[in-house]
């Protein structure tokens, strides 16, 4: 796969629930090495989408392709192998409470990887070095700053070796003085190439760091571009507003 080849592809997923209209015809294409960012008002519909692009919800139209393979959303084998390969970062993290920060890494490659014991706490250790959190390994979530919990969720998803990276608004349920520890990973996992989706409304970041900028407004993706095209201050465009507004708060 060279790299002007998408390694995924979501094409026209739509979601109904009842007679609410949740996504219309939301498409993107991804290409390895891209981080494209999903921006837009609350109840855009952003978190939404990234679920049905992980079949975490299922969409009831449109397909997803990842390495050229349209995925079967009803297999539940092939939903399994494509979880370990598009890997996802939730706002509220997600962790087991009863397992230290080790363990919270380690499980799913014993259960899901089959790798030994030693083999599991050997690879968890290095993804948690990773993510600056060599010495808090011991510890339980009710221990962590919400800060550190973010990144042993990014050391979990890591430690499966994904080619992709979902991230659903991964600071929304930080502090302020916390955000920056985790843009610091996301910032560190883009210069070394890995491909991410990531909802957020870190605007100035999203500027210095995304390859394209997506704005979703009522389940529809309403304008992509990149971010230097979108919020340049000669046009006048809805994802420009929409920082801007931001940036006044």
Do not use: W
């Amino acid at each position: 796969m060279t790299a002007k080849q998408p390694v995924l592809e979501v094409h026209n997923i739509g979601l109904t629930v009842g007679s609410k209209t949740i996504l219309e015809d939301c498409s993107l294409t991804l290409c390895p090495g891209e981080l494209k960012v999903l921006i837009g008002p609350s109840g855009a519909g952003k978190s939404t989408f990234l679920q049905c692009i992980n079949f975490l919800q299922m969409p009831d139209t449109g397909h997803i392709i990842l390495e050229g393979k349209t995925i079967d959303q009803k297999n539940k084998a092939a939903l399994c192998t494509y979880r370990t390969k598009v890997g996802m970062i939730f706002q509220d993290f997600k962790l087991f409470d009863h397992l230290n920060a080790l363990d919270n890494v380690a499980i799913a490659l014993r259960k899901v990887r089959g790798m030994t014991k030693n083999a599991a706490k050997e690879r968890a250790l290095q993804e948690l070095a990773r993510v600056n959190l060599s010495e808090q390994t011991t510890l339980y979530p009710a221990q962590l700053s919400g800060g550190q919990k973010q990144r042993v969720a990014f050391a979990r998803a890591l430690a499966m070796d994904p080619i992709i990276l979902l991230l659903d608004e991964p600071t929304s349920a930080l502090d302020p003085e916390l955000v920056g520890e985790v843009l610091t990973v996301i910032r560190d996992l883009a210069s070394h190439g890995m491909t991410m989706i990531m909802a957020t409304h870190q605007m100035d970041f999203i500027r210095s760091i995304s390859t394209e900028i997506i704005f979703m407004e009522k389940g529809r993706i309403v304008e992509q571009g990149a971010p230097e095209s979108l919020l340049n201050d000669a046009v006048q465009s809805r994802t420009k507003q929409f920082y801007q507004s931001l940036s006044s708060l």
